[in-house]
């Protein structure tokens, strides 16, 4: 290779790499006129081809030629995506530079991370599962007859079996329990164990100020020979103390699971109050998860003997939570992309 080819090699890598550097049209048109400009370096060199011997000027004038079709176009192409970048109005060129903000998570994420933070510390591992569940989970292996009123078309988003090629019967979960099952098996975990799965849930409701049909719900499951109502108590209040930071007592009230005997309502003493607000409508208490000991049936489900091993479970809401913790009234705002609500959570 001749020195003067070498220089039109280096010059070629030298306006590429600088090309795809450039970012608005000023510093576009100063390449124009360095490289291929009237005076720019590759039309000097052109230039003094004709001082060189006619064997290689045939041949530099040739690879001159083609490297200012090149540059040519390449510029050309620069041009048409910097003046596009324009008329979007892309800050780096429209503005000055500065103002540009950090992100951070979403209120929810940070609850969900908490929760996580909080259980694993505490021994639990944590379960991750399908938001497209089969009905066997959902409902079935939960101890959910057939005839239960949950399992209507009204409360659950049902998948069209044929759509999917199947016989199924497959819905969007709407509750976080068939991870109780699921866990056991697909994790093959063997008593004793704590675990908690955290998720998104679906169910066919119209929106209002509490209710969604996408929210998102956590559920734990404990199981050994003899974890009782006691321990999943001192567990639970321990959990809401760190979440809230704040000292609180938990109650129960007995009520009904199918998956559950005996099921119970968890209420946290008021993290607001101690003679009655607002929030926990005069009464001291706050309302914040169902639980219970685990359904023989459902122990049977995951293949675990109930004769021999006994377990608490239970499932709340993180959308919950994360409105009563920072005093959110509308439970809509948390999918509602407004950056002036979310920006608080940073
Ligand atoms: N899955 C129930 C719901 O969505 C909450 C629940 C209640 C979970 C009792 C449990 C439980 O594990 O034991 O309303």
């Known amino acids: 290779m001749t020195n003067t ?21 000023s510093a576009l048109e100063a390449w124009r006129v360095l490289y291929i400009g009237r005076s720019g370096k590759l039309p000097e060199m052109l230039r003094n081809v004709k001082n060189l011997p006619d064997e290689e000027k045939r041949i530099v004038g040739k690879e ?39 992100g951070h998570l979403h209120p929810l994420t940070l609850s969900m991370n908490r929760i996580i933070e909080i259980f694993s510390a505490m021994g639990f591992i944590i379960a991750d599962g399908p938001e497209v569940e089969e009905g066997k989970y959902n409902f079935d292996a939960l101890n959910i007859p057939l005839d239960h009123p949950a399992r209507g078309e009204g409360d659950t988003f049902m998948i069209d079996p044929k759509s999917i090629g199947g016989e199924k019967d497959i819905v969007l979960r709407t509750q976080t329990s068939p991870m109780q099952i699921r866990s056991v098996q697909s994790m093959h975990l063997t008593p004793p164990f704590k675990l908690i799965a955290p998720g998104r849930v679906f169910r066919r409701e119209k929106a209002d100020a509490t209710h969604e049909s996408t929210f998102y719900q956590f559920e734990g499951l404990g199981i050994s020979e003899t974890i009782s109502i006691a321990d999943f108590k001192g567990i639970v209040a321990e959990f809401f103390t760190l ?104």
Request: glycine share 8%; net charge neutral; hydrophobic share 40%.
């Open 5 to 25: 080819q070498q220089q039109i090699k280096e010059l070629e890598k030298k306006a590429h790499r600088e090309l795809v550097e450039i970012q608005d049209p």
């Open 64 to 102: 001159g030629n083609a490297l200012r079709r090149d540059l040519e176009e390449a510029y050309e192409e620069k041009r048409h995506a910097v003046s596009k970048d324009q008329e979007v109005g892309l800050p780096r060129v429209a503005l000055p530079a500065g103002g540009a903000k950090w």
């Open 243 to 346: 979440f809230f930071q704040k000292e609180v007592t938990v109650r129960l009230r007995p009520s009904y699971f199918p998956f559950v005997e005996p099921g119970f309502e968890v209420d946290m003493s008021c993290v607001f109050c101690k003679e009655g607000c607002r929030i926990c409508k005069h009464t001291g208490w706050i309302e914040v998860m169902g639980a219970g000991m685990v359904h023989p049936n459902v122990l049977k489900n995951m293949n675990i003997d109930p004769e021999k091993y006994q377990g608490f479970a239970f499932g709340g809401a993180i959308d919950r939570l994360t409105m009563i913790r920072h005093g959110v009234t509308d439970i809509r705002m948390f999918w509602s992309g407004d950056i002036r609500f979310l920006r608080q959570f940073s």
